[in-house]
């Protein structure tokens, strides 16, 4: 697997610059954008971009309402109707779930016509855009049909960020805390030198987190050793995810995996107990606990649907020091209980 080619910081009126010969080249150019951000973006972006006048514009739910069968559908037939070709380009303007939907409309339609990703947030910046993955939902299962299709190339351009609720900021910056926890202790020593969280003061280390999900993809492209060090946080953090938006009390992606990396922190054998409480101390401030944590016997029927656990047992990424972590450990289910207790459910 390739790494794909990346411009980073680009500025608006640049946007397109590195893949002018692609769209000189393509029989046709497609541009499919969520309703959302196409209201708040696509006039400056057409503006200030002329060679994408002639692009079609597909527009698409917001968020992942997007990643549904109907959609994939309605974008293949408009594919169709046009006869586009296996020369056609797409360009996916958006948050995960847009690159998700559009990586695998890409991938599938004429056996794979040639993508370019550009994200509109951080998590798609740092994380969703990169690394090959692409799915929909399908019977309410999360990413249950997809495929792995690197896009062609990926834009950076940070100023979309402005009009990023904090929420989905916070969402994003949970997995760049990721990547310092599972591979780089400088980078996590700079996160702990922060005075503030927001997009001006993020958006000098995202580079090095596109290095290193891409450094990991590149190894392991798919998923069968280091790849799964990814998943730090994600084991309880998709528990808890699932369990508040069937409450239709939903909490974000990234405050799920925060809660969650507290609690693989904690069930970290290897961890000395001082790191322990640093990460715990920084990972509280920004993300606390809910006032309300769902009792371990609610999240069980989460927790069994795990991908990562085999066989019946619980399997977690640990970390064994700050900036370096082991996969596929595995923790008895009575440990993983005690654990959670302790870490949420003390007062
Ligand atoms: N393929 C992967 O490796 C991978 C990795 C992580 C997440 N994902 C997927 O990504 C999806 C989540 O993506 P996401 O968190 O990027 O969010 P998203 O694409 O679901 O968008 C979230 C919301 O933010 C809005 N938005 C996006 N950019 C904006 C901007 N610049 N200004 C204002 N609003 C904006 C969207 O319209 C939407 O309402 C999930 O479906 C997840 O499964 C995939
Ligand atoms: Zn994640």
Redesign the pocket.
Known sequence: MDHPNISWEVELENLFDSIQEEIDQASSTYIII????SQ??LNDVLEQCPQLAKANIIEIP???A??EWEILHHIWEQWIEDKADRQALLINI???????LG?LAAALYKRGIGFVNV??????MV?????????I?FHHI??SI?TFQDADQLIVCPV??????EE?LL??FA?MIKHSLIADASLWEAYNDLEEINAATIVPFIKRNIQIKNHIVFEDPFEENIRKQLNFGHTLGHALESYWLEKQTPL???YCVALGMKYATALSVQLDTEAKTEITAFLDEIFPNPEQMPEWNDLLIYLNQDKKNQKGSLKFTLLTSIGHAVHDQSVDWEEAQNCYNRCFQSN
């Open positions: 969520d309703e959302k951000i708040i973006w917001e968020g992942e997007c990643k958006g948050g995960g779930s847009t690159t998700d990586g994200p509109t947030t951080l998590t798609g994380d969703a855009a990169i690394g090959g993955k692409t799915a939902n999360k990413n997809g979309f960020l402005e009009s990023l609720p989905e969402s994003g997995e974000s992606h990234g």
